[in-house]
């Protein structure tokens, strides 16, 4: 049997493996799977139509799989996935996707989001991730893999934040944010590559060497982005595979990066 306390509130229509723990004065609505191993501790809610997989820890006040804050949303039948082994600290607010988009926001694997983040409608986020506290991630926004985002961070509709980067505190983002780079400020500005974090990983100092010559083809040489590109085709991308995510950044960008 599942370990529900006697308080929590639970739908007829919810599924909780019988490993999972759910707290105090906890609301489980209408359609909600939670897996094994995943602990709601307490005054959580998820509204409806959430998928919560493997081994998650979702703290007090936590609202989860709430309706999108979209002027557009009609009652649609749309979803949140939450995948494996992630930690959501208190008064998280998590939204489903909206019928203009995949009907879906997706939340992967091994990820930290801190006291108060927002998560909104039809944002895809990879694994690996931390957010601290008080980040605000708008509608659509896709984050990739092992990056950072700074405390009080804003982060506008339909950016890419790219593995593997770093936004500093209290940064406004308005565009990509390139993989590897560190960007901070209001608006954000690059600074230069995730160094420390490429340290930590202990990638190689060849590795470091090539990225930071990548770096500064795209950043800092005055050359077109079409011209950088070229170069990191050609020259580089042999000598480090990394470099092919420095290139997605560029190729996949809609708004332009972060500068």
Same mark, same amino acid.
């Given at each position: 049997?599942?370990?529900?306390?006697?308080?929590?509130?639970?739908?007829?229509?919810?599924?909780?493996?019988? &490993?999972?723990?759910?707290?105090?004065?906890?609301?489980?609505?209408?359609?909600?799977?939670?897996?094994?191993?995943?602990?709601?501790?307490?005054?959580?809610?998820?509204?409806?139509?959430?998928?919560?997989?493997?081994?998650?820890?979702?703290?007090?006040?936590?609202?989860?799989?709430?309706?999108?804050?979209? @002027?557009?949303?009609?009652?649609?039948?749309?979803? @949140?996935? +939450?995948?494996?082994?992630?930690?959501?600290?208190?008064?998280?607010? *998590?939204?489903?996707?909206?019928?203009?988009?995949?009907?879906?926001?997706?939340?992967?694997?091994?990820?930290?989001?801190?006291? %108060?983040?927002? +998560?909104?409608?039809?944002?895809?986020?990879?694994?690996?991730?931390?957010?601290? %506290?008080?980040?605000?991630?708008?509608?659509?926004?896709?984050?990739?893999?092992?990056?950072?985002?700074?405390?009080?961070?804003? +982060?506008?509709?339909?950016?890419?934040?790219?593995?593997?980067?770093?936004?500093?505190?209290?940064? *406004?983002? #308005?565009?990509?944010?390139?993989?590897?780079?560190?960007?901070?400020?209001?608006?954000?500005?690059?600074?230069?590559?995730?160094?420390?974090?490429?340290?930590?990983?202990?990638?190689?100092?060849?590795?470091?060497?090539?990225?930071?010559?990548?770096? %500064? &083809?795209?950043?800092?040489?005055?050359?077109?982005? #079409?011209?950088? *590109?070229?170069?990191?085709?050609?020259?580089?991308?042999?000598?480090?595979?990394? +470099?092919?995510?420095?290139?997605?950044? *560029?190729?996949?960008?809609?708004?332009?990066?972060?500068?």
């Amino acid at each position: 049997m599942s370990q529900i306390h006697p308080t929590a509130l639970i739908s007829p229509s919810a599924t909780i493996d019988e &490993t999972a723990v759910i707290g105090p004065y906890c609301i489980v609505g209408d359609e909600v799977t939670i897996g094994a191993h995943t602990t709601l501790h307490r005054h959580v809610v998820v509204t409806k139509l959430t998928r919560i997989g493997k081994h998650n820890q979702i703290y007090q006040f936590a609202s989860v799989g709430e309706d999108p804050q979209d @002027l557009k949303y009609d009652g649609e039948r749309t979803w @949140l996935e +939450i995948g494996d082994h992630n930690t959501i600290r208190e008064a998280c607010t *998590l939204h489903r996707g909206t019928a203009q988009d995949k009907n879906l926001t997706k939340i992967g694997n091994h990820n930290l989001l801190m006291v %108060n983040t927002h +998560i909104a409608h039809d944002c895809l986020i990879g694994n690996h991730n931390v957010v601290a %506290n008080n980040v605000g991630i708008a509608g659509h926004v896709i984050i990739g893999n092992h990056t950072i985002i700074g405390g009080n961070s804003g +982060i506008h509709q339909f950016c890419r934040v790219d593995d593997y980067s770093l936004v500093g505190g209290a940064s *406004l983002i #308005l565009k990509d944010v390139a993989a590897f780079t560190m960007v901070s400020g209001n608006p954000a500005h690059v600074h230069g590559l995730n160094i420390e974090g490429m340290r930590r990983k202990k990638w190689s100092q060849h590795t470091i060497d090539t990225l930071r010559q990548a770096y %500064n &083809t795209i950043f800092r040489s005055g050359l077109t982005t #079409l011209q950088a *590109l070229k170069i990191l085709e050609e020259e580089l991308v042999t000598k480090e595979p990394k +470099i092919q995510l420095l290139i997605d950044s *560029l190729q996949h960008s809609q708004r332009g990066v972060v500068r």
